[in-house]
């Protein structure tokens, strides 16, 4: 079971989306549970006929994260802007303990249509998370991804997921997740400590998508 | 004409032999005017036959800085360790008035093996030169690329060479200089208020690189 905190953006439910063609549940929260529940009707209209509406489910944040069992490698991902990033995870630290808790979470600010990085006092929000946090085990994955593409069932990605974390176990879950995408290679990316590279390269994708009109996203050469 | 302040490292000697077998006269300085000539002496032993020798030079700094004429689009490229970053442009700044300046400097520390980036007062090192040098072009490009590969003269990159700058004219130019290395594209970064998402992004490459002893770079997909 996957679930997702703030899964109503466009990022939230584009994952949900590829993971539930991958055969996963899934389980789409919202602050406001009627918007999760909407989210995934959303996302059951998109997914390819024969496939299993009903493993996508929608609610609130609070369902979300008490969904899944730590124990059979259940995931969390938080979804939700940056802005509300810190008061949600300290409102559901409870009910996150032991688990794998997936950051997808870029600091950002925009001025004039540019986006620059909004400095983290921890150094990244996945460190921030961490430090909340403490007995999760927090990845830090999927910032680079186009959610416009993911939205589109059978569109390949062509990207790579940089995936951090300080848990290898949890790594490891994590890349073979991401791997489940169209298209997706999954890169070790180390440490946590690494996560603020990969997090602030989202403002210079959405620059470079701006200047090429386009939806950007990596790939690791030479590995 | 290229020239290279600080060209004794692998990054710049790597870059100087490239641009040498792409047509263009090189000259590579460093503050110790013999180690800039056995730089270049080296650099002219990996040339393929049959490539003249004599359009790569080598000298001091101040010679480098003075070399090249600014009316033709002659570029000098700063590629010293962060630390004498400031100093080397300030000493300069006369030399390189109106000029065409490429920043390859990555602020970066190393703890235990791992590479983490520096925090630069000016935004990243790329601004710092701006600030120093108002009156110069600068440009910022060729961070993410592998210096290890690019002394292998035969060797095709297979990377992007992110270039960022704020003179549009001048980004052009060494855009097109990227691209005279086999396997690199250019691609437009944008202003130099992106330039620390590229800097930085070096410290990311080279903690991959230790995970997969590989030499890593990237590529942007999708555009």
Redo the contacts between chains.
């Keep these: 079971m996957i679930s997702f905190i703030g899964g109503t953006g466009p990022e939230g439910k584009g994952l949900a989306l590829r993971f539930a063609i991958a055969g996963e549940r899934v389980f789409i929260g919202s602050r406001d549970a009627e918007r999760g529940l909407a989210a995934a009707t959303e996302v059951q209209e998109l997914l390819p006929a024969g496939l299993p509406k009903d493993y996508i489910r929608g609610g609130a944040n609070e369902e979300a994260a008490n969904t899944g069992y730590a124990q059979l490698g259940d995931a969390v991902f938080i979804a939700v802007p940056y802005a509300a990033h810190k008061d949600t995870l300290k409102a559901l630290t409870e009910s996150l303990k032991n688990k794998v808790i997936v950051d997808v979470v870029v600091p950002l600010a925009f001025e004039k249509g540019?986006a620059?990085?909004t400095i983290v006092e921890a150094g990244s929000a996945a460190e921030e998370a961490a430090q909340i946090l403490p007995n999760s085990k927090i990845v830090s994955a999927f910032h680079n991804i186009?959610a416009a593409?993911l939205m589109v069932p059978d569109r390949s990605l062509?990207?790579d997921v940089?995936v951090c974390s300080d848990d290898d176990s949890a790594k490891t879950r994590i890349m073979g997740l991401a791997e489940m995408i169209l298209g997706v290679r999954a890169?070790?990316?180390?440490g946590l400590?690494?996560s603020?590279?990969?997090e602030?390269?989202t403002?210079?994708?959405l620059?470079?998508n701006?200047?090429?009109k386009?939806?950007?996203?990596?790939?690791?050469?030479?590995?």
Tied chains: 1, 2.
């Design positions: 540019r620059s990085a186009s593409d062509d990207c940089i890169v070790n990316g180390g400590a690494n603020r590279y990969v602030d390269l403002a210079l994708l620059n470079i701006r200047t090429y386009a939806h950007s996203s990596i790939r690791i050469t030479g590995i």
